[in-house]
């Protein structure tokens, strides 16, 4: 009878502990919910873009848009689309604004030699997003010239 006790008293202690991991284990361990990759920015002007030429109403009111690396671009299909960014990390601690994600705009590519986007004008060239000052500004410290980030096709 006492190994009885003892072992359901084991059997219902591990149970508890498996219940609360469950729901403790999201907070605990980051979960990733979209892909990865790098992120640079580009200075003004910003047109004109592959996407669409020089027309001014393709920028957000935010200033919160992109020019698509090729990872991202799909010959021209990345036009238009929306990503939810977060810089998760930089080669300088404390460079990302903890917990902010931002909703950006593709306008761009980032590898057209005639669109405002050019390599020339990017603060790091290759990156997966080369995002306007404003929004790399918005998740990070615009001091550094690249960040590591999350995104997710809205």
């Known amino acids: 009878m006492l190994i009885s006790r003892s072992l359901f008293t084991h059997l219902h202690t591990c149970f508890l502990l498996l219940i609360l991991l469950a729901f403790n284990l999201p907070e605990m361990v980051p979960v990733v919910r979209g892909d990865v990759g790098t992120a640079s920015h580009y200075t003004p002007p910003y047109q004109p873009t592959e996407c669409y030429g020089g027309d001014p109403s393709q920028f957000p009111s935010s200033n919160l848009f992109a020019a698509a690396g090729d990872g991202v671009w799909d010959n021209g299909a990345a036009c238009g689309r929306q990503y939810l960014v977060r810089c998760i990390s930089a080669s300088k601690s404390g460079t990302c604004i903890p917990e902010r994600t931002i909703q950006i705009k593709i306008v761009d ?15 790091v060239a290759g990156a997966t997003l080369v995002l306007s000052q404003t929004a ?18 809205v």
């Open 136 to 153: 790399f500004g918005a998740i990070a410290n615009s001091s550094v010239t690249s960040i590591n980030v999350e995104f997710q096709q």
């Open 109 to 123: 590519y980032a590898l057209s030699s005639t669109s405002a986007a050019a390599t020339s004008k990017q603060s």
